[in-house]
């Protein structure tokens, strides 16, 4: 017991005992420890060694200066007690050592009274400083300009040069064609600006479209709709400028103000040609509007849509487009003559050995395509071409001849029956397939939508049901066209053409194409079983997925993002190419045609291509080429030589510019 005050508070036990003999009683009762090893010596000399380290730029320099004192003064004693001529008192020894050390350091080297010496080593020191601070300001200076080059911040001074801006899946498909073009230039300069890492774009553009020649391709970083990131390549002193579309259509508005800054860094008073192109149509006056009257706005919904259905009305189109679009093989091309004005059309292409000639290209930007044969040129006309490059079309004054007896009579055309057309998968584009494949579908005509049952879908399918009734009727059956389930309830040998699409690209979800090719195997399987080849067309977003892709002799594949990146480089290096193309997509005027060999020449025998060239031209169609149906591949070749002779099979057709059906 203790007393507290007026309280007898009861005593505790082992109350004497403090917390030190709590700690050796449980130390004690608990399990010994093992031993914890010694670190050794090394290890502790390391440790001190860093710890030094990490005191800063003092202990730097004082081991740098530890380090070569322990290498120079002895080899300077060395040196000194090995030669013949040194001083043979010791001192006189030390003062050579030191000598030949200051001097080896740069620390003056000077004997005498140690004033002296600390004079001359301070001064040797401030040269020292001064030296290496120069020298690390001119190595920063040149480190931070190169790592400012690096970043892609320099401003590339050009002229004649061509601008792209943004970076898009068109990107590799545009400057690989760009390098291909043949220009006839001795030096050609690509610049390209995105608001990306230089060096990864460079690394990007290495592996997808190399350069070639004297073709340099130069990459900025910075965002296109800001005026000092436009600067940077120097789109005033360009020869055109490319504005490649976003991979998101809601990110529209942001080549709307590319093209806003792209206006007033260009000025009124313009010369540079610029395209453009956007996803969502709803911008697209918008843009228009921006760019000014000297920019080609292209719409990618509208131009994929266009070519989905000239395929699904005529398959094997989609090669005819590859054809006309890249620059690997034939294009078109505008040639300038003085002997034309006065001419007739029929006069200038029977001058053309090898080049077609397809149109009159007039010198305010119209084009009139596949005019009669009386039409003349007049002054600032071009003859509008197919050949392989714009400097292999010349004029002869020889027409090239042809067998008259080879040319035939197309039979009369037939009523054309009503259609069955299958579309399996929806996207933002299906509705405007929908629209174009009804207007180029006979009167009573079937379009079976087979899609998700997502209320969107549903609602977007009877809305454009609605719209093309009476003339066209579309069902909406649903289903995952991914699923074999799915493909395998249809009873595919009753319609005329399928259409594939796969899903709009989201952020978060695969490749769109990943449920297209599982489609393409199902219905490829479906065609094994059924013994029937039922021409399908499939759309696609990557070119590389078309390789890999299974696929028939009747199958189509558009690429809608590599088809606009090479529509928008032909546009770019001839802009009559813009009403060209306008009229050929369009299901008005004149369009591009397949057309049975039988309708213009007889098969079964040997004859020109002039002959087709002359029997299409009396019909007021414009012959560019033929598809073999016997050639080992797909057998489409344009600009045949027109003295060609080759066997003409029952099978084959001709390339046609020719009015729309």
Not at 308 to 321: E, F, I, K, N, T
Not at 426 to 447: F, K
Request: proline letters at 8%.
């Amino acid at each position: 017991m203790r007393k507290e005050g007026s309280k007898v508070v009861p005593g505790q036990r082992n109350a004497a005992r403090g917390p030190g003999a709590d700690r050796a009683a449980n130390t004690a009762n608990a399990r010994p420890r093992p031993p914890y090893p010694a670190p050794s010596a090394e290890a502790r000399l390391r440790y001190w060694f860093d710890t030094t380290l990490a005191r800063g730029i003092p202990a730097l320099c004082g081991w740098l200066a530890l380090g070569c004192l322990a290498l120079v003064v002895p080899v300077s004693a060395l040196l000194v007690w090995t030669d013949q001529r040194a001083p043979a008192t010791l001192g006189s020894r030390i003062a050579a050592v030191w000598r030949s050390t200051g001097q080896t350091m740069r620390l003056g080297g000077e004997v005498g009274p140690p004033l002296r010496v600390a004079l001359s080593v301070l001064l040797a020191l401030i040269a020292l400083l001064y030296v290496s601070t120069l020298v690390s300001l001119i190595t920063t200076g040149l480190t931070d300009r190169l790592m400012a080059l690096d970043r892609g911040r320099a401003v590339i001074l050009e002229r004649g040069h061509t601008v792209v801006l943004g970076w898009s899946e068109q990107i590799p498909t545009v400057v690989s064609e760009l390098v291909a073009a043949r220009t006839g230039r001795y030096r050609r300069v690509i610049a390209v600006l995105a608001d990306r890492e230089k060096a990864a774009m460079e690394e990007d553009l290495h592996t997808t479209a190399r350069a070639a020649g004297r073709t340099r391709v130069l990459c900025r970083t910075g965002r296109p709709a800001d005026p000092v990131a436009l600067a940077r390549v120097s789109p005033a002193t360009a020869d055109c400028v490319l504005v490649l579309p976003r991979d998101d259509p809601r990110d529209d508005a942001e080549t709307v103000k590319t093209l806003l800054s792209l206006s007033a860094a260009l000025g009124e008073d313009r010369r540079v040609r610029v395209v453009a192109a956007v996803r969502d149509d709803r911008h697209l006056t918008a843009a228009r509007l921006a760019g000014g009257p000297r920019t080609t706005v292209l719409d990618v919904d509208d131009i994929s849509a266009r070519l989905v259905v000239d395929c699904a009305r005529q398959p094997g189109l989609s090669l005819v487009h590859q054809e006309l679009l890249d620059f690997a093989g034939h294009e078109f091309h505008t040639l300038r003559d003085p002997r034309l004005p006065g001419l007739t059309f029929e006069e200038a292409a029977g001058s053309c050995p090898e080049s077609i000639a397809v149109g009159i290209a007039h010198d305010d930007g119209t084009v009139t395509l596949n005019p009669p044969l009386p039409a003349r040129f007049r002054d600032g006309d071009d003859l509008l071409v197919i050949a392989r490059d714009a400097y292999s079309t010349r004029l002869t004054d020889l027409p090239v001849p042809h067998d008259p007896r080879a040319l035939t009579h197309a039979p009369p055309p037939a009523p054309a029956p009503a259609e069955r057309v299958l579309l399996l998968g929806w996207n933002r584009r299906a509705p405007r397939i929908l629209d174009q494949l009804s207007r180029r579908t006979p009167p009573g005509s079937t379009l079976d939508v087979v899609a998700a049952p997502r209320a969107a879908t549903t609602a977007a399918v009877r809305s454009a049901a609605e719209a093309l009734a009476p003339r066209t009727r579309v069902r909406h059956h649903p289903g995952d066209p991914a699923l074999r389930s799915t493909t395998d309830a249809l009873d595919l040998t009753g319609y005329d053409v399928v259409i594939v699409l796969g899903p709009d690209p989201r952020p978060g979800r695969g490749d769109p194409d990943d449920r297209t090719l599982v489609t393409l195997l199902h219905l490829r399987a479906r065609e094994e079983e059924n013994g029937r080849c039922v021409p399908v067309v499939t759309e696609m977003t990557d070119d590389r997925n078309r390789l890999i892709a299974p696929r028939s002799s009747a199958a189509d594949f558009v690429v809608s993002g590599r088809l606009v990146g090479l529509l928008m480089t032909q546009i770019s290096q001839n802009p009559h190419l813009t009403a060209v193309f306008e009229e050929l997509l369009s299901p008005a005027g004149n369009t591009l045609h397949l057309r049975p060999a039988a309708h213009y020449v007889t098969t079964g025998r040997t004859t020109s291509f002039a002959a087709v060239a002359a029997s299409a031209a009396r019909r007021g169609d414009g012959a560019i080429g033929y598809r073999s149906a016997t050639a080992p591949d797909h057998g489409m070749r344009l600009n045949p030589p027109k003295t060609r002779v080759r066997y003409w099979h029952a099978g084959d057709q001709v390339v046609l510019i020719a009015p729309g059906d």
